[in-house]
C-alpha cells in the first residue's frame, strides 16, 4: 500500500493544525488506455489534494476512490458506483466533519464524469453549508498556459497530456511503456452520454499522451496550488459574503 494516498495524521496533528478547512479528493476507478492504470484519476486528486495541503493548512482527508465512470463500462477493470451513492457520500462525509469541528470542505475532483458533485455543492451552498469544488475549468486552463501544456482542454480528454504527465512527475513507475504513440483525437463527442467512450476511442485514450512530461506535471500541480488561493480564502473566512444580486 502506497501510504503516500492516506494522510498519516494523528487526532493531536488534526487539533494542533486547527484547520476549519477540509480537502477531499475524489477519483475513480476506470480505464485509462494501455498506459495509465485504472486509479489514474484518483492519483491525480490526491496528487493535486497534497499539493494544495503543503500551501495551506487544510485538513487533507483520504480519498473517495471509486466513482461515477459509466461511459467506461466497454474495459475491464472499470467499477463505478451511482450518482446518488456518490452524493450520499460527500454528503455524509461533511456532515460527519462539521460535527466535528470542520465547517468547509473543498471536494478535489479528478475524474470528469462525476458530474453530480457540483449538485452536491450547489445544494449544500443553498442550504448555508461551506463546500467548493476544485479545480474548476479555468483553473486547469491557468495550470495549462504555465506548464507549457499544448493539447487544448478539450482535446485533452482522456489519458492525454495532462494526465500522463501529472503521473510521470508524481508516479513515474506506475506510466507503462507505449504513451508515446498513444495518441488520438475525437474532439467532436456530442453523443458520448449515450454511446460511451467506446464509440469514440478504441484504445481508451482521447488526447496527446506523447506530449507529456514531468516537468509539465511538477508546474501542473504547482499551478493548480496557486489557483486555490482564492478558494481558500473564501471557505476560510469567518464570514461568506453574498451578493444581494443573484447570478441567473
Known sequence: MDVSLVP?????NVRERGSKVAVLPVGSYEQHGPHLPLATDTLVACAVAREMAAAY????LPPVTIGCSHEHADWPGTVSISAVTL????????????RSGVESLVV????????????VVQESSARGERMALFPAAEDWEAARQRAGVVTS???????????????LHAHPELVRPGYE???????????????GMSAYTASGVIGRPSLGSAEKGKELLAGLADSFADC??????ETVAVSDEAPA
Open 8 to 12: 498519516t495524521d494523528t487526532s493531536d
Open 57 to 60: 493548512p487544510v485538513h487533507l
Open 87 to 98: 452524493h450520499a457520500v460527500v454528503r455524509d462525509i461533511a456532515d460527519s466533519l462539521r
Open 108 to 119: 478535489v475532483n479528478g475524474h470528469g464524469g462525476n458530474y453530480v458533485l457540483g449538485n
Open 153 to 167: 482542454l478539450l482535446t485533452d480528454m482522456h489519458a492525454g497530456e495532462i494526465e500522463t504527465s501529472i503521473l
Open 181 to 195: 504513440a498513444a495518441d488520438f483525437v475525437a474532439d467532436d463527442r456530442r453523443h458520448l452520454l449515450s454511446l
Open 232 to 237: 481558500f480564502a473564501l471557505l476560510a473566512a
